[in-house]
């Protein structure tokens, strides 16, 4: 073999040996992950019950929402909103014996009446129900008075009877049941609440529909 050839022989034998210690370096190489993924369970907004004292349960603050857990505390006059109704108690008075319509009493309180003028708006995109009878009065001692109805009916039945008559009780009274309120549209009405006479309001509490939060208006 001459010098040109044992050259070219040497010169390949170089490039494999190269080439085999390459594939071996490149198969010891450790690849680490570029991410990780977590198998811990991603926490749920879920409602927790607790039983109430009548034996029933009911939703309480969600463990992760930001909602008040109580009804916001409101003035006289001043705007609250639950849902998608916003409310405005304009006046109240207690210590109401009877109810009169036509001049001739109609209905004689257990305890006293208090009555509740209310200012009622939808502030929603969609048509709203506002029940009367969903409407609470608290006292000072806690309890928790609802809308008398029997006065929706009363009112209801002396119209009937005398249509042309407007008593000072029943002159703006809300209607039994539920009454559809428009996007944009507003109502004005008269709650009722039949007390014991020893009792002192506290507050009213508003809701747009059964169940919901609700808001509290003082009655100082």
Same mark, same amino acid.
């Given at each position: 073999?001459?010098?040109?050839?044992?050259?070219? $022989?040497?010169?390949?034998? $170089?490039? =494999?040996?190269?080439?085999? %210690?390459?594939?071996?370096?490149? @198969?010891?190489?450790?690849? &680490?992950?570029?991410?990780?993924?977590?198998?811990?369970?991603?926490?749920?907004?879920?409602?927790?019950?607790?039983?109430?004292?009548?034996?029933? %349960?009911?939703?309480?603050?969600?463990?992760?929402?930001?909602?008040?857990?109580?009804? &916001?505390?409101?003035?006289?006059?001043? #705007?609250?909103?639950?849902?998608?109704?916003?409310?405005?108690?304009?006046?109240?008075?207690?210590?109401?014996?009877?109810?009169? *319509?036509?001049?001739?009493? *109609?209905?004689?309180?257990?305890? &006293?009446?208090? !009555?509740?003028?209310?200012?009622?708006?939808?502030?929603? #995109?969609?048509? +709203?129900?506002?029940?009367?009878?969903?409407?609470?009065?608290?006292?000072?001692?806690? @309890?928790?008075? !609802?809308?008398?109805? @029997?006065?929706? +009916?009363?009112?209801?039945? =002396?119209? $009937?009877?005398?249509?042309?008559?407007?008593?000072?009780?029943?002159?703006?009274?809300?209607?039994?049941?539920?009454?559809?309120?428009?996007?944009?549209?507003?109502?004005?009405?008269?709650?009722?609440?039949?007390?014991?006479?020893?009792? %002192?309001?506290?507050?009213?509490?508003?809701?747009?529909? $059964?169940?919901?939060?609700?808001?509290?208006?003082?009655?100082?």
């Amino acid at each position: 073999m001459d010098k040109r050839s044992l050259f070219f $022989a040497s010169t390949q034998l $170089a490039l =494999m040996m190269s080439l085999v %210690s390459g594939c071996a370096s490149v @198969g010891s190489v450790d690849v &680490q992950p570029t991410s990780t993924v977590s198998s811990s369970p991603v926490p749920r907004r879920t409602s927790i019950y607790t039983e109430s004292g009548d034996g029933g %349960s009911g939703p309480t603050t969600s463990a992760y929402s930001s909602e008040p857990s109580k009804p &916001q505390i409101f003035g006289l006059g001043e #705007l609250a909103r639950d849902g998608n109704l916003e409310f405005k108690v304009d006046d109240y008075v207690c210590g109401v014996e009877e109810l009169s *319509q036509g001049g001739y009493v *109609q209905l004689r309180a257990k305890g &006293q009446y208090c !009555i509740v003028d209310v200012w009622v708006r939808n502030a929603g #995109l969609s048509p +709203a129900g506002f029940d009367a009878n969903n409407q609470v009065l608290i006292t000072s001692d806690g @309890g928790r008075n !609802i809308h008398d109805y @029997g006065v929706e +009916a009363m009112c209801m039945g =002396m119209e $009937a009877g005398y249509p042309g008559s407007t008593g000072t009780n029943c002159a703006n009274y809300f209607s039994v049941g539920n009454i559809l309120i428009n996007p944009g549209m507003t109502m004005s009405g008269t709650l009722f609440f039949d007390l014991a006479k020893e009792a %002192s309001p506290d507050s009213v509490e508003l809701h747009a529909f $059964a169940g919901s939060l609700g808001v509290r208006v003082s009655t100082p």
